[in-house]
């Protein structure tokens, strides 16, 4: 008899602020996608709070009066966990702690966690595990309340270092460690990739959770891991596909997110280079998502840090079989027709139009328009591929030629 096992989730609060940069909307969003990865990590939400600020207080985040309802709050319910939608300083962790007296994370940390979580191969574990060294090196103070017993006096005095100093050493010599051990392994992918010889390489780019893995799954025919969740991708999975009889490499990279901290991007920037080796780029857009023209500007800002911004890019819109538009009463006068009023159809004739041959509309789970996204892939690859070796051309004929 299978045993029925009840999975408990963690509670949490989420808490965030609207200020002149970031307006009710956008708190709102962020907060949707805050919960999404609370959700990920294993947590549930039970309650958001906002609060409208010109900046956020520099000691406790939020005011002192919402600060209270939150602690009424979670005494009342019993919550573990306190999750704010910004980095916070070591300082405001520590007075937000005090208050509280729960648990107290910020994206920077949820994001860290899930990615534990997440993380398979050796090489991913160790980039994570440099990530949370740096980001836990300045907040070392506040994590040990065995320190407050250290005090001057009769037989504290003479040589040696305090608690806090031998923490912050074994730290930073962790941090060393970590480095060179990811220089070591940087050098064995380097060899890796070059071993690959001339094949033309696809890289699949695009926001965490839009359908990069479901459509290398698709297209390669193996078994790479997805899942309806944030960061279901870690690591680079890359495959050997043959379209009509044209072999190239496609490789699953990790997916993006707005307000990704700057210690994930520069321990991530390895996994980075299939990108920024990759010969075309299909930037892969989830078109159901009501904010996915934020999504490809927060994609293309990463993509120019890591200078691959130039390269040739197919965008690819996914889930089109989740794309559901708001209905338009065209015989009201007065209300206006947004983005959200616009059905596929005239979405399409949107800038999009201008991309051309550029833009596909597909959807990776049902299999909608494959051919298409095939064909297109093959003229790219085909062409990239002759200009490497001119006198196969003939063994690579137009796609639609042969009908196979």
Same mark, same amino acid.
């Given at each position: 008899?299978? &045993?029925?096992?009840? /999975? !408990?989730? &963690? ?23 805050? *919960? ?23 000691? !406790? ?15 009342? %319910?019993?919550?573990?966990?306190? /999750?704010?939608?910004?980095?916070? $300083?070591?300082? =405001?962790?520590? @007075?937000?702690?005090?208050?509280? %007296? ?14 534990? =979580? ?6 991913? +574990?160790?980039?994570? &595990?440099?990530? =949370? ?46 480095? $060179? ?14 071993? +690959? ?12 959770? #839009?359908?990069? $893995? ?13 899942? @309806? ?6 690591? !680079? ?5 043959? #379209? ?13 997110? +707005? ?34 023209? *934020?999504? /490809? &500007?927060? #994609? ?52 999009? $139009? =201008? ?6 509309? /597909? ?42």
């Amino acid at each position: 008899m299978i &045993e029925n096992k009840d /999975i !408990t989730l &963690e509670k949490a609060v989420l808490i965030g602020v609207i200020t002149k940069d970031q307006d009710e909307d956008k708190s709102k969003e962020y907060l949707d996608e805050l *919960e999404f990865l609370t959700y990920t990590a294993g947590g549930e939400v039970v309650k958001r709070f906002t609060q409208k600020m010109e900046i956020p207080n520099p000691k !406790t985040f939020i005011g002192t009066g919402k600060m209270n309802d939150v602690q009424k709050f979670i005494e009342e %319910n019993e919550v573990g966990t306190a /999750i704010f939608d910004d980095e916070l $300083s070591p300082a =405001q962790e520590r @007075n937000i702690s005090k208050i509280l %007296n729960c648990k107290v994370l910020d994206r920077t940390n949820l994001i860290l966690d899930i990615f534990a =979580q997440r993380a398979q191969t050796s090489y991913a +574990r160790t980039q994570v &595990e440099l990530a =949370q060294c740096e980001y836990l090196l300045p907040r070392l103070k506040g994590m040990w309340t065995h320190l407050e017993r250290q005090k001057g006096g009769i037989g504290m005095r003479g040589p040696g270092e305090t608690e806090i100093e031998t923490d912050r050493r074994i730290v930073r010599d962790k941090i060393s460690l970590l480095k $060179s051990k990811i220089k070591k392994i940087d050098k064995q992918m380097a060899i890796q990739r070059g071993n +690959r010889g001339k094949m033309v390489r696809v890289a699949l780019v695009g926001y965490t959770n #839009v359908g990069k $893995s479901t459509l290398m799954n698709v297209v390669s025919k193996s078994q790479v891991f997805a899942e @309806n969740k944030l960061f279901a991708t870690l690591d !680079t999975t890359v495959r050997k596909v043959v #379209v009509k009889n044209l072999p190239f490499l496609m490789s699953d990279t990790v997916g993006f997110i +707005r307000k990704l901290p700057t210690q994930l991007v520069e321990s991530f920037k390895s996994t980075l280079d299939e990108v920024r080796e990759a010969d075309l780029l299909l930037h892969i857009v989830d078109i159901s998502h009501p904010n996915f023209e *934020e999504h /490809i &500007e927060s #994609v293309n800002k990463i993509l120019g840090e890591i200078d691959s911004s130039d390269k040739p890019t197919i965008m690819v819109f996914n889930k089109i079989d989740a794309y559901r538009h708001e209905p338009f009463d065209e015989t009201d006068l007065i209300a206006e027709k947004t983005k959200a009023n616009y059905t596929l159809e005239e979405l399409k004739n949107t800038w999009m $139009s =201008q991309l051309g041959g550029n833009a596909l509309f /597909i959807s990776a789970l049902n299999k909608e328009n494959l051919e298409e996204f095939r064909k297109r892939v093959y003229d790219e690859v085909r062409k990239i591929h002759i200009t490497r070796f001119p006198y196969n051309e003939f063994l690579y004929p137009d796609y639609n030629e042969n009908e196979v």
